[in-house]
C-alpha cells in the first residue's frame, strides 16, 4: 500500500510515476479517476477526466434543498413561489430574497435563544423517509409502469456507490465470485474484494467499422457457472453501451440456470440517445422471472447535476429488505436527511425533464468532443448513452508510442487536457495486455465552455 500511495502522491505533485499507480496486495487502492482531478487541478487543465457535472441543479431542487436546511420542517408555513426555469432567476440578490421569504426572522435569528423545532437536519429513517421511498415508487410507476412496495421494495442510500456495495454484501459473502463486464467503472471490482469476493471478468469487444460493442455468450456462462453475482451497468461506462433486450434476456436467462442475483447499476438511464433513446431496460419489469434476484440501484447525482448530495436508492425483493437494511444502516446510518427532501421536489419534476432534457444536454457536447478527438487522430465510436467517450489514441501522433498512463499524463501535463487511461477499466491479463493499452476515456459532463476550452487545446497541441 505505500508503494502505491507514494506513486499516487509523486503524481499529483508533478512527478510522474513511470507507470499507473499500482494497487497493493489487496486490490483495493485509490481512485485514479479522482486522482486525475487532482492533476487536472494542479496543471490548470480541462477536467474531462472524473464524470460529474460543473452546472447546477434545477433550480426548484436546489430551494427546496435550502428550505430543508433554514426551516428544518417539512412542511414549511412560507412556500415561497419558484420559477419553473434556472433563465427566471438572474442574480444572486433575486435567490438571497426568495430564501428570506422561507424565514422572515433570519434576520433576527443570531439575537433569539428560542429553540425552534427542527426535524430535517436530523436524522432520518435509516431506510429513508416513507414520503421519499413513495415519490421513488410513484416515479417508477410513472416511466415504467412498474409498481415497487415503498415499505418494503426500496431503500433510500448514500448514492448508488455505496446502493451497489450494500447490494453486495447483502448477497455475497468470503470467497463468492461476482461477474463484472470490462471495461468498468473501477469501483465494482473494489467493491467486491472489500467485501473478500472475487470479481471475474468477461470482456466487451469493440467492433471498429460498426461502432459497436458486444460480448461472447460462452464467455459470459462459463463466468456465471458457480458464481453468486452479475453486476451490470446499463447505459455503461464508459463504452456508452445500451445493452439490448436480446443480450439482457440472455443474461437474465444465464443467471437463472446458474443461480446467479443480479445487481444493476442504472444511473445513467435516461441519457440514451439516437435509436436507443427512450429505450432503457428496467430488468424486474420486463424480466418478471428474474425480479426476486435483482436489485436495482440509482441514484440523482448525474441526472440532478448533484454529484456532492450523494442521494441514491435501492430496490430489491422483499425476501432480501431485512438483511439490505441492516448492512446499509451499519455502513452509513443513512442518506443526508436535507437532500432526502429535496429529492421529493427532484421527482416531482415535469417528466419531459426525464424525457426530453436528459436525453438531449450532452448530445451535442459529446459530438463536439468526438469531433475534435477524431481531428487530431483518435478513433471514437458514438456512444450510445451516458456521456463518455472511450477513445483509441493510438492514432494520435504525439501519443502513439506511449502507454495508456503515460498519455494521460501527457494530456493533462502538456497539453492541457485530463483524461483516465484505458487501464483503469480493464480487470484480466489478456485484456490489461491487449485492449486496455489502446484506450482513454473522456466525459463530457461539462459546461459548453469547458467543452469548447478542451477542443481548442486538442487541436493546438495535437493536430496532425
Not at 477536467?47 to 417539512?74: D, H, K, M, W, Y
Not at 442574480?91 to 438571497?96: G, L, R, T
Request: hydrophobic fraction near 35%; glycine fraction near 6%; aromatic fraction near 8%.
Amino acid at each position: 500500500m505505500a508503494a502505491a500511495n507514494a506513486a499516487a502522491n509523486a503524481a499529483a505533485n508533478g512527478t510522474s510515476p513511470p507507470s499507473a499507480p499500482s494497487k497493493p496486495d489487496s486490490g483495493i487502492g485509490e481512485s485514479v479517476i479522482r486522482l486525475m482531478t487532482r492533476l487536472a487541478i494542479k496543471h490548470g487543465a480541462v477536467n474531462l477526466s472524473q464524470g460529474f457535472p460543473n452546472e447546477a441543479p434545477p433550480l426548484s431542487v436546489r430551494v427546496a434543498l435550502a428550505r430543508a436546511v433554514l426551516t428544518g420542517v417539512a412542511e414549511p408555513s412560507c412556500n415561497p413561489e419558484i420559477p419553473s426555469n434556472d433563465d427566471d432567476v438572474d442574480s444572486a440578490a433575486s435567490i438571497n430574497n426568495m430564501l428570506r421569504s422561507m424565514l422572515p426572522a433570519l434576520g433576527a435569528e443570531s439575537t433569539s435563544r428560542e429553540t425552534t423545532y427542527d426535524e430535517l437536519n436530523q436524522y432520518s429513517p435509516p431506510m429513508g423517509r416513507l414520503d421519499l421511498r413513495k415519490a421513488i415508487s410513484e416515479h417508477y410507476k410513472k416511466l415504467y409502469d412498474y409498481e415497487v412496495d415503498p415499505d418494503q421494495g426500496i431503500t433510500v442510500t448514500l448514492g448508488a456507490t455505496e446502493a451497489v456495495a450494500s447490494a453486495l454484501r447483502t448477497v455475497g459473502r468470503p470467497g463468492d465470485r461476482a461477474v463484472v463486464f470490462e471495461p468498468y467503472h473501477e469501483l465494482y471490482p473494489s467493491q467486491t474484494r472489500i467485501f473478500y469476493m472475487e470479481p471475474e471478468y468477461v470482456t466487451l469487444r469493440e467492433n471498429d467499422r460498426a461502432g459497436t460493442w458486444s460480448f461472447d455468450t460462452k464467455e459470459l456462462e462459463a463466468a456465471l457457472d458457480g458464481a453468486k453475482v452479475l453486476l451490470l451497468n446499463t447505459p455503461h461506462n464508459p463504452t456508452g453501451k445500451v445493452f439490448t433486450h436480446d443480450e439482457l434476456k440472455v443474461r437474465t436467462d444465464l443467471c437463472v440456470k446458474h443461480d446467479v442475483i443480479i445487481i444493476t447499476d442504472e444511473i445513467y438511464e435516461h441519457m440514451t440517445y439516437g435509436e436507443q433513446r427512450g429505450k432503457h431496460i428496467l430488468i424486474p419489469k420486463e424480466f418478471p422471472n428474474v425480479a426476486d434476484r435483482t436489485l436495482v440501484c440509482n441514484s440523482i447525482g448525474k441526472s440532478a447535476s448533484a454529484t456532492g448530495w450523494r442521494l441514491g436508492w435501492c430496490l430489491m425483493p422483499p425476501h432480501l429488505t431485512e438483511t439490505y437494511r441492516g448492512v446499509h444502516d451499519q455502513l452509513v446510518v443513512m442518506s443526508p436527511h436535507p437532500m432526502q427532501y429535496a429529492a421529493l421536489t427532484y421527482l416531482k419534476l415535469e417528466e419531459t425533464y426525464f424525457s426530453d432534457t436528459l436525453a438531449t444536454r450532452y448530445v451535442d457536447r459529446l459530438d463536439k468532443l468526438a469531433t475534435s478527438l477524431r481531428r487530431v487522430g483518435f478513433e471514437v465510436s458514438a456512444p450510445e448513452g451516458a456521456y463518455y467517450l472511450f477513445c483509441k489514441y493510438r492514432g494520435v501522433a504525439a501519443l502513439s508510442a506511449m502507454g495508456p498512463w503515460d498519455a494521460a499524463m501527457h494530456m493533462v501535463k502538456e497539453v492541457g487536457v485530463a483524461c483516465v487511461p484505458g487501464t483503469n477499466f480493464y480487470g484480466s491479463d489478456h485484456a490489461l495486455e491487449k485492449e486496455a493499452q489502446q484506450y482513454l476515456r473522456f466525459a463530457a459532463c461539462r459546461s459548453n465552455q469547458d467543452i469548447d476550452a478542451a477542443c481548442q487545446k486538442l487541436e493546438e497541441a495535437l493536430s496532425l
